[in-house]
């Protein structure tokens, strides 16, 4: 036996499983098609630098009061979030929620939670 052959063959699906079980994606179902929405330690390099900008759109103060200045700036930030970390589907989710700022809001709530994106210096320990 070659030293080539005596060397153990490691697949790369376990490491994508195990990124997913630290980096856990959100998955919706929109009009009977899954649409996933990937935690941003996951996508590509100019995708996530760009999330981390746009998030700085969520930076309140604990004592501020939202404006309709605010809630206008908000929701095209949303979905330009949701368009960055989502799959080859994810057109369906934002055009969905693309009228309805509640609903995408939500969403977007259900997804910051569910990826710990508040606390992914935690999660990386």
């Known amino acids: 036996m070659t030293k080539t052959q005596s060397k153990k063959v490691v697949d790369l699906s376990k490491f994508q499983?195990?990124?997913?079980e630290l980096y856990e994606s959100f998955e919706i179902c929109v009009d009977g098609e899954i649409v996933r929405l990937f935690n941003p330690m996951r996508i590509a390099p100019e995708a996530?630098?760009?999330?981390i900008e746009l998030a700085k759109a969520f930076d309140f103060g604990d004592d501020h009061?939202?404006?309709?200045?605010?809630?206008k700036n908000i929701h095209p930030v949303v979905l330009e979030i949701l368009e960055l970390v989502g799959d080859?589907?994810?057109?369906?989710?934002?055009?969905?929620v693309r009228n309805d700022l509640v609903v995408a809001i939500n969403v977007f709530t259900a997804y910051f939670?569910?990826?710990?994106?508040?606390?992914?210096?935690?999660?990386e320990s």
């Open 65 to 71: 009061d939202f404006t309709p200045e605010d809630v």
């Open 17 to 20: 499983k195990a990124a997913e």
């Open 88 to 96: 080859e589907n994810v057109f369906r989710l934002v055009e969905s």
């Open 48 to 51: 996530r630098d760009r999330v």
């Open 113 to 123: 939670e569910h990826v710990n994106l508040g606390e992914a210096s935690s999660s």
